[in-house]
């Protein structure tokens, strides 16, 4: 994984995105990561595997039990459970 400061990245931008293509680009500023930036290949391989776990999980779940009907009492009590915990 490269890194770059985003004043080179702003004075070399051509640079940044060919290097983006090939691997991940940490972007620091005063000497602390404040970005990255990778290629849309990999981000979407990164977002396929974290959906595919996701529903692997799920599955397990369900095999296992561990699932409950969406029913309007369950909704309710999901509502309330969750009523003010959103940011």
């Known amino acids: 994984m490269k890194t770059m ?6 004075k070399e931008f ?3 995105i ?3 293509q090939h691997e991940p680009v940490v972007i620091t500023k005063q000497n602390r990561p404040v970005a ?3 290629s849309i ?8 595997g974290q959906v595919e776990t996701g529903i692997a999980r ?5 095999a296992a039990g ?3 009907e969406m029913t309007p009492t369950h ?3 999901m509502r309330a459970k969750f009523k003010g915990q959103t940011s």
Not at 5 to 10: E, F, G, H, R, Y
């Open 18 to 20: 060919d290097t983006a």
């Open 36 to 38: 990255i930036t990778m």
């Open 5 to 10: 400061t985003a004043s080179a990245a702003s």
């Open 75 to 77: 909704l309710e009590t």
């Open 58 to 62: 799920g599955l397990q779940d369900v």
């Open 41 to 48: 290949q990999q981000v979407e391989r990164l977002f396929k």
């Open 14 to 16: 051509g640079l940044y």
């Open 66 to 68: 561990r699932y409950s």
